[in-house]
């Protein structure tokens, strides 16, 4: 697993100018930019700020992180950049109603960047949203209404609530790995994503492999799901 960048989770305004890099206190280190918020394992390398993390722990202490859930790969709208008033060009402001939340593209963009994607259920409409990746644990505030530019993003169900340990079940996932490797690489590749909890059939045939949780050998999904997934979000036909 490589080590997760934080700069994305970072902020870019100079009048807050402690939350433009990550920080490090006790066990933990941290980045945020006001609206969104991470931890993970203490890094050597990230200096100590002990001013804003207790108030960055105390966030985190809202939600209840028992409730994250692997979520599906989703395809999201492409940003679009406008220019403003003063004749600076940047990214239009665009919200997304993704799972039930209502949150901006831009961080729908930063989770998805994520391997193993887990998102959790916030208090209330208002409340942070958690997520969490591997070792990192985080919370989004959601928008408080849809932008002027919005979309509602049709989703897969959430995958159910105790998977195999390590193994997401979304075809839509297969199908981004089977997007960058051909048909004989994708064993390997899901092999270094999940590991001893897959199983492979008939290796020599690609498009027959089936891939079974190694827990009482149930069948997942087949090669060919995955590539009618991608086809279908690369919208050809089934």
């Known amino acids: 697993m490589s080590t997760i960048d934080l700069r994305p989770f970072c902020g870019h305004d100079f009048t807050r100018p402690m939350l433009?890099?990550?920080?490090?206190?006790?066990?933990?280190t941290y980045a945020a930019d006001g609206a969104i918020l991470v931890r993970v394992p203490r890094r050597a390398?990230?200096?100590?700020?002990?001013?804003?993390?207790?108030l960055a722990e105390a966030r985190l202490a809202e939600c209840d992180f028992s409730t994250l859930r692997p979520v599906a790969l989703v395809r999201l709208p492409a940003p679009l950049c406008e220019e403003d008033e003063d004749g600076y060009v940047g990214p239009a402001p665009t919200s997304v109603r993704l799972f039930g939340h209502l949150i901006q593209l831009?961080?729908?963009?930063?989770?998805?960047?994520?391997?193993?994607?887990?998102i959790g259920a916030p208090r209330d409409a208002v409340s942070p949203i958690p997520f969490g990746s591997h070792d990192l644990l985080g919370v989004l505030m959601p928008c408080g209404r849809p932008m002027a530019?919005?979309?509602?993003?049709?989703?897969?169900?959430?995958?159910?609530a105790a998977p195999p340990a390590g193994l997401l079940g979304a075809a839509e996932k297969l199908a981004a790995i089977a997007d960058a490797y051909d048909a004989n690489d994708l064993e390997d590749e899901a092999r270094k994503r999940w590991g001893a909890n897959l199983e492979f059939l008939n290796p020599r045939a690609p498009e027959d492999i089936e891939l079974y949780a190694s827990r009482g050998g149930r069948r997942l999904l087949t090669?060919?799901?995955?590539?009618?997934?991608r086809a279908a979000l690369r919208g050809g036909a089934r």
């Open 20 to 28: 433009m890099k990550p920080w490090s206190r006790g066990d933990h």
């Open 45 to 54: 390398e990230v200096e100590e700020n002990s001013d804003i993390a207790s």
């Open 106 to 118: 831009r961080y729908a963009q930063i989770l998805f960047s994520l391997d193993d994607l887990r």
């Open 149 to 160: 530019r919005h979309f509602d993003i049709e989703t897969p169900a959430t995958v159910a």
């Open 223 to 229: 090669l060919q799901d995955c590539m009618d997934a």
